[in-house]
């Protein structure tokens, strides 16, 4: 596949997961190209809508038929396109790019998963995985903060979560505006730290989300005895081509499409606003 061109793909199915956010079934038209798709959690795509412009979008999962889950945001004139289309409408998609999170590195640790709002996509794929490999690692803690319960994403699957073996799941909200059905903390996803159970000698943090969650949630985390090399963050920057040539997300002497998204927090620490 060309990586600089977009291939059609077919809107299997929208699901809806907040008043302003929605997961896209996404598949290739062109099925020997969905046969080949092989992809890393952490890693995105571009989709783009013909005489509007592209985007990236991280790929929250990816079902038994290659179908691509999409999840995403209507934040801009990209999105707002690509929420005007219906299932059966046809978009452009070409990918995956990027770095995935270090999963082969961190089989036989503990996980510590930190998500902030959006940030829980990237990481989706990650919980599914060790879920179905569930042997090869140690405890997982995932923690997921959002601004309101209602701004959540994914909410189908808390359940499932809660039952996850050898696991901690913790919900937080920054304000509860009207009921909580999921039984969501009041604070920020770092007051959630003082009641965790994993320990960082024997762990890895994931943490995705805004960036100014990220750099409280890492600073705490020093605190607390994580190495900075025990800490991944998935950034996020405005990225036109995906493939590291237009130079629009660099960062330092790294480009978040093609050396990131997911960086090493002891190699981008110098390059990211301090607090």
């Known amino acids: 596949m060309n990586e600089y061109y977009p291939n059609f793909a077919i809107i299997k199915e929208i699901k809806k997961e907040t008043i302003n956010t929605n997961t896209f079934v996404l598949k290739f038209t062109d099925q020997k190209i969905a046969d080949k798709f092989s992809w890393k959690p952490g890693q995105f795509m ?23 889950n999409a999840t ?12 005007s289309l219906k299932k059966g ?13 270090p999963l082969e590195k961190i089989i036989g640790k503990d996980i510590l998963i930190v998500a902030g709002g959006m940030g829980l996509a990237p990481l989706y794929g990650v919980i599914n995985h060790v879920i179905r490999n569930r042997t090869e690692y140690g405890h997982l803690e995932i923690i997921y903060g959002a601004r309101t319960p ?11 979560w809660k039952r996850i073996k050898n696991s901690t799941f913790f919900l937080t909200a920054d304000e ?5 059905p999921f ?3 009041t604070g920020l996803v770092t007051s959630c730290f003082p009641m965790m159970k994993t320990h960082h000698r024997n762990a890895i943090a994931l943490l995705c989300g805004p960036e100014i969650m990220m750099r409280f949630a890492a600073k705490c985390l020093e605190t607390i005895g994580f190495a900075d090399k025990k800490i991944y963050l998935s950034l996020e920057r405005r990225m036109k081509c995906g493939i590291g040539k237009c130079g629009h997300c660099q960062i330092g002497l790294k480009y978040v499409c093609k050396d990131g998204p997911v960086f090493n927090y002891d190699d981008i620490k110098p390059f990211i606003r301090p607090l």
Not at 50 to 66: P, W
Not at 89 to 101: A, E, F, H, I, K
């Open 176 to 180: 509860i505006t009207r009921e909580n």
């Open 46 to 68: 571009m989709l783009s809508v013909l005489g509007v412009g592209e985007s990236a979008i991280s790929i929250s999962s990816v079902e038994n038929d290659n179908s691509i």
């Open 89 to 101: 409408d046809s978009l452009g998609m070409r990918g995956p790019y990027g770095t995935g999170w």
């Open 72 to 83: 995403i945001r209507n934040v801009g004139n990209v999105t707002n396109s690509i929420f």
């Open 183 to 185: 039984e969501c903390r």
């Open 150 to 160: 209602e701004d959540m994403v994914f909410k189908d699957e808390f359940s499932k």
